[in-house]
């Protein structure tokens, strides 16, 4: 059984406006969540996270949002870039962070100039 | 060389090879981990070495075996691979294990006839 939960395989948008990715867990121990993005040819590298203490966090374009009565959790991108084009895993983890991490199939997206 | 190098990069071998990925890192770090990607699937842990010693086994079969000679190389040690094993093989390192950032390698494409 998939404990997160990536349920859109793609998504395109237009240059400029905004991207947003979502995830749901099912796991309610998981209180640790972290974005990977992942280029063709490359592994994943680490792009933002967020601990269940927090609702949102953000890094520049880059904002993480985290509802845990829903137990989901978007990443906003805002404004798309086409070199945001890549595969975007989420993945979650139990105590604090001590716990390996469970990742999601990922979200393709597609940034178009 | 910085980061995380895998080699090779591409490997296909027949049913019956015995083959080795090979992982190193050059970040300092004392966790490494094989994790499997395989078309549509959640990233997938295998093996987490702590310190050069494994700490976790995710029920993976014997015909898949890891070795970890010292803090900065692993290997992934193929024999006897079944065409379902072929996958993305992805190394990360990290400091400390749990969901401390992963750093990943590009990992190594395997296909298997």
């Known amino acids: 059984d998939q404990q997160v939960k990536q349920n859109s395989p793609s998504l395109s948008v237009q240059e400029g406006r905004i991207s947003i990715l979502n995830c749901d867990y099912t796991?309610?121990?998981?209180?640790?969540f972290l974005w990977y993005k992942k280029y063709p040819a490359e592994g994943p590298t680490f792009l933002i996270s967020?601990?269940?203490?927090?609702d949102k966090n953000e890094d520049g374009r880059f904002t993480v949002f985290l509802n845990k009565s829903a137990k989901h959790l978007s990443l906003h991108i805002v404004p798309s870039q086409p070199g945001d084009s890549a595969v975007y895993f989420c993945?979650?983890?139990?105590?604090?962070?001590?716990?390996?991490?469970?990742f999601g199939k990922g979200t393709k997206l597609t940034v178009n100039p | 060389e910085t980061g995380v190098t895998q080699t090779p990069r591409h490997l296909v071998m027949g049913m019956t090879n015995k083959k080795s990925l090979k992982c190193e890192q050059h970040?300092?770090?004392?966790?490494m981990y094989w994790y499997k990607q395989s078309a549509k699937k959640p990233l997938e842990l295998m093996f987490v070495?702590?310190?050069?010693?494994?700490?976790e086994n995710n029920s993976v079969p014997s015909r898949f075996s890891p070795e970890c000679p010292n803090s900065s190389h692993l290997f992934l040690h193929l024999h006897t691979l079944q065409p379902e094993d072929s996958a993305l093989y992805l190394c990360?390192?990290?400091?400390?294990?749990?969901?401390?950032?992963?750093?990943f390698g590009a990992g190594s494409r395997l296909t298997v006839l």
């Open positions: 990360a390192s990290s400091h400390g294990t749990g969901a401390n950032v992963l750093t």
């Open positions: 796991n309610s121990m998981f209180d640790y």
């Open positions: 967020i601990s269940s203490i927090k």
């Open positions: 993945a979650a983890s139990a105590r604090g962070g001590s716990e390996k991490l469970v």
């Open positions: 970040l300092g770090h004392n966790a």
């Open positions: 070495y702590s310190l050069e010693e494994r700490v």
